[in-house]
C-alpha cells in the first residue's frame, strides 16, 4: 500500500518549523506499518527543558499512543544523527530502525561520540540506515546557526 | 544552616515506594543550596513509559520548577548509577554535582558503559560522588529482583 506518506519529508518539515521558532532544526517522526505514530520537533527552548530533543518527545508521544510500554514494531526518522541522551532512550523503547540525515560528528553517539548501540551495556540495538539526505540536513543546520553568530 | 534535609535518604525512600509499586527500586532527588528542588522514583511500568526513570522526571521536574533551561546549581542524588540516557539528560542539564549510591555495570554510563562523562562528545561533565551506601543500594535491588523470579 503506497499513501503516498513520506516520514523524512515529514521530519524535514518538522525540524524547519522549529528553525522558524528559534530551536535547533531536528524534526522526529515514529512511524508503524508505513503509517504515522507520532512526531514532533525540538523544543528546549521553548519549554526551557534541555531534554526536549525532537526525539524524546516523539518517543513519549508514541507510547502514550501505543500503549504497550514499546515500540518494538516502530521505526524512526530523525533528520539529525540523535545524541547519548536520545540513543539511550531508543534502545529503552525497542525502536526497530532507526533513519537519520546528517551525522552529528559533535554530539551523534551512533556513529559518532559513544557508539551505544555497539556498546555492550546497551541492551537493543536497532537497525541504523544513517547518512540520508545527509547535505540537506547538514545545510539546515549550518544555516540555522550562521544566522545566530 | 543545618535543615536535617539528608537527600541520600529521601531517594532511598522513593526507591522504596518504587519497589512497593512493583517498579524496580530507583529513587532520585535534586538538591540547591541544601534544599529540595524535586524528586521521583522510576515509573517505567505504571506510565507504559521506559524512558520514565527517576533521574528524568526529577530532572524536568527541576527544569520547571526552577525556569532557568539549566540546572548548573543543583546536584542530584539517585540511588542506582545513571544509564546512558540519565547521563546524556545530566550533562544537557548541567547538573553541578553526580552523588549515586550502587554501581550499575550493566547499565550504568558514569563508571561502567559508556563513561559518557569523559568522553570528547560530553559537553558537561559534572562532579561525580558515586558507591554511596553501595551495599544498601545493591541489597535493595537484588531483593527486587529475588521476589520476581
Redesign the interface.
Known amino acids: 500500500m503506497n499513501t503516498g506518506f513520506k516520514p523524512m519529508e515529514m521530519a524535514f518539515a518538522l525540524a524547519e518549523q522549529a528553525a522558524l521558532a528559534g530551536e535547533v532544526p531536528v524534526g522526529a517522526v515514529i512511524v508503524r506499518d508505513g503509517a504515522l505514530v507520532a512526531a514532533d520537533r525540538n523544543r528546549?527552548?521553548a519549554s526551557?527543558?534541555?531534554?526536549a530533543h525532537a526525539e524524546?518527545l516523539a518517543?513519549?508521544a508514541a507510547?502514550?499512543k501505543i500503549?504497550?510500554?514499546?515500540l518494538a514494531q516502530c521505526d524512526l526518522y530523525v533528520t539529525l544523527e540523535p545524541?547519548?541522551?536520545?540513543?539511550?532512550?531508543i534502545?529503552?523503547?525497542?525502536l526497530r530502525r532507526v533513519y537519520y540525515g546528517a551525522e552529528d560528528p559533535?554530539?551523534?553517539?551512533i556513529d559518532?561520540?559513544?557508539r551505544?548501540f555497539s556498546?555492550?551495556?546497551?541492551?537493543h540495538a536497532p537497525e541504523v540506515v544513517g547518512g540520508i539526505a545527509e547535505e540537506k540536513a547538514a545545510q539546515m543546520l549550518r544555516k540555522f546557526f550562521a544566522e545566530r553568530r
Open positions: 528546549m527552548r526551557g527543558d534541555p531534554t524524546m518517543i513519549r507510547l502514550a500503549g504497550s510500554g514499546r545524541c547519548t541522551m536520545c540513543a539511550g532512550a534502545a529503552h523503547t525497542r559533535k554530539g551523534g553517539a559518532n561520540g559513544v551505544f556498546q555492550p551495556t546497551c541492551h
